[in-house]
C-alpha cells in the first residue's frame, strides 16, 4: 500500500545474488549495498561526523532506548531529529533497542505487553510498548526505524524460549505497523519515516521461516534480519540468511543485523543482503585489531612495536598516509585517544571501500573474484 517503490534495484551480479540498489529515504537516496557504524548515542566512537562525511560513509545506527533514558530522544527532537543533532549528512537508522534491554542491570521481565525495564538513572519501572517505541523513534526523526523485536539470549536458551520470542515479535511487529502508520498518516510518502520488520527464530529453520512468513504479511518498507552475532557459527548463520532470503520479495531492501567483518560482508552481499552495521569494527579497532587488504592485523603484537609501515600499504585513507604502526601501536597500549581514533578512522575506511569495491565489481560482473581474494587473505 505505502511505500512500494521506495527501493530500485538498479544493477545485480551474473554468477550470483549480489545487487546494487537505491533507497529512497525522507532526506534523500543511499546506494546500497552499505555498512553502518554504531552511533548509539548520535556518534561513532571516537569520530565527528565531518570525519563521517570525508569518509563518504552513507548511513549510521542510533538506538533508541539509549537515547530515550538519557533524554538524548528530547533534545535530538528539538533539533529537528537526530541527523541535525549530530551534523550527519548521511541517513539516520535507529534500532528500538530491543537488544539492549535485554542487559541484566535494567532488564525485568517481557509480556505480550511489551518490556519491563528498570531506569538505571533512577530506578524508575518503565514498560516500554510497541506504540511507546515508534513514537520514540519518530521524535528522534531517524530516516528509518526498525520494530521493536523480542531478542532471545541463545546461550542457554531452549528452543521453546525461541519460539516464544517469534510470537512476540510478530504481535509487537503488527502493533507497531499499526501505530507508525497512525503516527504518519497525515504526511506525505516523500516525508514518512521508513520501518523495518525484524525476523527472529535464531538457527532454527522452522521458527525462521514462521517468523519470515508472518513479518512479510505486515508488508513493511523493508526486512531486518536479527539474532545473530551470539555465538553461533558462520555456516549455521549463512545457511538461515540464505533460507530467509529466499523468502522474502525481491524489491524490498534486506538488513543483516550485526554483522561487520569483511569475510561476512561479502557473504551476505553474494547473498542479495543490502545494509549492515556492527559495533565490531570500531569496538575492535579501539583494541588493536585492523581490517587490511592483507587480511586481520593485530596491531598490538611486538612484531609492530618499531614498524615504520602504515597498517595498510594498499589503503588510502589519511591515518595510512601519515602514521606509522608503531605510532598507533605505542597510543593504543598506553590508551591515548588518538590511538583509538586514528585506528577507528582506518577500519570504517577500510570496509567503506571494500564495498564501494563489491560495487564496482558487481557492474563489471566480477564479484566473485573479490570475494575469493579477501576470503583467502581472511583465512584463520
Ligand atoms: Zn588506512
Known amino acids: 500500500m505505502i511505500n512500494t517503490d521506495i527501493f530500485t534495484i538498479t544493477h545485480k551480479d551474473k554468477k550470483t545474488s549480489a545487487r546494487i540498489g537505491i533507497l529512497q529515504t525522507k532526506k534523500g537516496k543511499v546506494e546500497t549495498p ?56 548521511g541517513i539516520n537508522f535507529t534500532d528500538s533497542g530491543g537488544f539492549q534491554m535485554y542487559s541484566p542491570s535494567i532488564y525485568l521481565k517481557s509480556t505480550k505487553e511489551g518490556v519491563f525495564f528498570r531506569n538505571p538513572l533512577n530506578g524508575e519501572k518503565i514498560l516500554m510498548t510497541p506504540e511507546k517505541n515508534m513514537e520514540l523513534q519518530l521524535k528522534i526523526s531517524s530516516e528509518v526505524a526498525m520494530c521493536l523485536d523480542s531478542m532471545p539470549m541463545y546461550h542457554n536458551t531452549t528452543k521453546t524460549q525461541i519460539e516464544d520470542a517469534v510470537n512476540k515479535t510478530s504481535l509487537w511487529a503488527k502493533r507497531c505497523k499499526t501505530h507508525h502508520d497512525t503516527l504518519q498518516k497525515n504526511l506525505s510518502k516523500s516525508k514518512r519515516q521508513l520501518l523495518f520488520g525484524i525476523i527472529q527464530g535464531g538457527i532454527y529453520s522452522d521458527l525462521r521461516e514462521t517468523s519470515t512468513k508472518e513479518i512479510i504479511n505486515l508488508d513493511f518498507d523493508g526486512y531486518s534480519i536479527g539474532g545473530f552475532g551470539l555465538g553461533e557459527t558462520i555456516q549455521e548463520e549463512f545457511k538461515i540468511v540464505k533460507q530467509v532470503k529466499s523468502l522474502l520479495p525481491e524489491n524490498k531492501p534486506v538488513y543483516l543485523m550485526g554483522i561487520g567483518n569483511p569475510v561476512e560482508i561479502l557473504k551476505g552481499i553474494e547473498l542479495g543482503v543490502d545494509i549492515f552495521d556492527s559495533r565490531m569494527p570500531t569496538q575492535n579497532a579501539r583494541r588493536g585489531t585492523l581490517f587490511t587488504s592483507e587480511g586481520k592485523l593485530r596491531i598490538l603484537r611486538e612484531a ?20 606509522s604502526r608503531a605510532f598507533i601501536r605505542y597510543q593504543l597500549i598506553h590508551d591515548e585517544f588518538t590511538g583509538k581514533k586514528l585506528a577507528t578512522y582506518h577500519n570504517i575506511y577500510y570496509l567503506t571501500k571494500l564495498i564501494e569495491t563489491a560495487k564496482e565489481k558487481i557492474k563489471q560482473g566480477k564479484f566473485h573474484e573479490l570475494q575469493k581474494e579477501v576470503e583467502e587473505k581472511y583465512k584463520g
Open 34 to 89: 552499505f555498512f553502518m557504524p554504531v552511533a548509539t548515542r548520535g556518534s561513532v566512537k571516537t569520530l565527528t561526523s565531518e570525519e563521517l562525511k570525508q569518509m563518504k560513509v552513507p548511513a549510521v545506527i542510533s538506538n533508541a532506548l539509549i537515547l530515550y533514558l538519557r533524554e538524548g530522544s528530547i533534545i535530538a527532537n528539538k533539533f529537528g531529529g537526530i541527523g541535525k543533532f549530530m551534523n550527519y549528512n
Open 304 to 323: 609492530c612495536k618499531f614498524d615504520k609501515g602504515p597498517i595498510d600499504k594498499n589503503c588510502k585513507c589519511f591515518v595510512c598516509k601519515n602514521y
